[in-house]
């Protein structure tokens, strides 16, 4: 299965704290400026910064701005067989 999904943060946002989940998933920064956070490694992010994380590894996302930060997430999760 394939989720696909756009958010956007304010200055200072976060769309919640760092977290882990059974898929993996790839991040795009399109606009704005954040932090991205995997495992304990945090770096900048801007637009053009991706972000792959595998299952269960802890990752997050924060806006660093002073104005909207974009980003869009791809997670896969096999289908069952």
Known sequence: ?????????APGASPHPPH???????LIVTRGRGE???KDTRV??????VM???????H??????????EFYWI???PREK
């Open 52 to 58: 792959y994380v595998d299952p269960q590894v802890s």
């Open 60 to 69: 997050g996302i924060k806006n660093t701005g002073d104005r909207p930060l």
């Open 20 to 26: 882990t989940h059974a898929e993996e998933e790839l």
């Open 75 to 77: 997670k896969y999760l």
């Open 1 to 9: 299965t394939l989720q696909v999904g756009r958010f956007e943060l």
């Open 44 to 49: 900048p992010a801007r637009p053009g910064a």
């Open 36 to 38: 991205v956070q995997v």
